[in-house]
T-cell receptor
Framework: SAVISQKPSRDICQRGTSLTIQCQVDSQVTMMFWYRQQPGQSLTLIATANQGSEATYESGFVIDKFPISRPNLTFSTLTVSNMSPEDSSIYLC?????????????FGAGSRLTVL | DAKTTQPTSMDCAEGRAANLPCNHSTISGNEYVYWYRQIHSQGPQYIIHGLKNNETNEMASLIITEDRKSSTLILPHATLRDTAVYYCIVRFWGIQGAQKLVFGQGTRLTINP
């Protein structure tokens, strides 16, 4: 299975600033996703990161707030823009790999973001 | 997407088998059943998946009923390290864009010494 490295693992940020989270995969993968996990909650899909084209955002998430880059098949970034305390969450990168005829997801360890 | 229903929480004694149920009565014929777990402060971990037949790997067994409307994840000899939130997800595998997984609230499994 793919190995995912996320940076930073955690950060404390000031309101109104932006933070970019990096996701590096040790192999080429077609499908890459960004999830958010708010405190005490389950995971919510933010968007699908598409290589060479604009990301596909889920309902409730917009490009201006969460711009995503996917320059190649091993790397993606998620930026959390103009942050507020409500953006305090764990942000997780995941990739889909084929196993036994189905796609399964491998997740990074996550980036824990605290906004003051 | 087919919806899943899981108990909010469960307890199990260490060394015993943990049986986690999941109802998915609206599952369609080409949707897989996936199980993931999330140990505190870590990213979710894939456990197992199946379509129709029962499946077993080094982590767990997945029992899917004949009508596919429910399934059970079995951890045969639970340890304290199996304490986690377990997510049951049903999802269609096929065209690109239909493969994203949507997580529900899961079952919080606590293994007691």
């Amino acid at each position: 299975s793919a190995v995912i490295s996320q940076k930073p693992s955690r950060d404390i940020c000031q309101r109104g600033t932006s933070l970019t989270i990096q996701c590096q995969v040790d192999s080429q993968v077609t499908m890459m996703f960004w999830y958010r996990q708010q405190p005490g909650q389950s995971l919510t899909l933010i968007a699908t990161a598409n290589q060479g084209s604009e990301a596909t955002y889920e309902s409730g998430f917009v490009i201006d707030k969460f711009p995503i880059s996917r320059p190649n098949l091993t790397f993606s970034t998620l930026t959390v823009s103009n942050m507020s305390p409500e953006d305090s969450s764990i942000y997780l990168c995941s990739v889909a790999v084929v196993s036994s005829g189905a796609n399964v997801l491998t997740f990074g360890a996550g980036s824990r973001l605290t906004v003051l | 997407d087919a919806k899943t229903t899981q108990p909010t929480s469960m307890d199990c004694a260490e060394g015993r088998a943990a049986n986690l149920p999941c109802n998915h009565s609206t599952i369609s014929g080409n949707e897989y059943v996936y199980w993931y777990r999330q140990i505190h402060s870590q990213g979710p971990q894939y456990i197992i998946h199946g379509l129709k037949n029962n499946e077993t790997n080094e982590m767990a067994s997945l029992i899917i009923t004949e009508d596919r409307k429910s399934s059970t994840l079995i951890l045969p000899h639970a340890t304290l390290r199996d304490t986690a939130v377990y997510y049951c997800i049903v999802r269609f595998w096929g065209i690109q864009g239909a493969q994203k997984l949507v997580f529900g609230q899961g079952t919080r499994l606590t293994i007691n010494p």
